[in-house]
Nanobody, 126 residues
Framework: QVQVVETVGGLVQPGGSLRLSCAAS????????RGWFRQFPGKEREFVAV????????YYANSVKGRFTISRDKAKNEEFLQMDNLTPEPTAVYSC???????????????????WGQGTQVTVSS
């Protein structure tokens, strides 16, 4: 079994930065890729970013491209989401997720990920 746990998010001012991290434990060798999703109130969960764990290849949603960066520390089995130049928006719940599907199969869709963190709230507001 695999467990993924995010760090606590928080409140950040518009234009500011925040870094989320996600630690994986258990059968982490089963994970081919790890990604981030977010959910705004009243909206469906949406894809944010993903990284192939072995190759380091990354993909981003258009809405965050150029502002968010996904990275990893393979030795510590952690992934990170660096969020810069944050824009004012409702509180979102960010979740990290791990996929056992190879080759970044279906990386933008929820069913492609088998292991999810509990989610953490991020608020961008002055």
């Amino acid at each position: 079994q695999v467990q993924v746990v995010e760090t606590v998010g928080g409140l950040v001012q518009p234009g500011g930065s925040l870094r989320l991290s996600c630690a994986a434990s258990g059968r982490t060798d089963d994970l081919f890729s790890r990604g981030w999703f977010r959910q705004f109130p009243g909206k469906e969960r949406e894809f944010v970013a993903v990284m192939s764990w072995n190759s380091g290849m990354t993909y981003y949603a258009n809405s965050v491209k150029g502002r968010f960066t996904i990275s990893r520390d393979k030795a510590k089995n952690e992934e990170f989401l660096q969020m810069d130049n944050l824009t004012p928006e409702p509180t979102a719940v960010y979740s990290c997720a791990g996929s056992t599907l190879p080759h970044l199969t279906g990386y933008t869709v929820i069913p492609s990920y088998q292991h999810w963190g509990q989610g953490t709230q991020v608020t961008v507001s002055s």
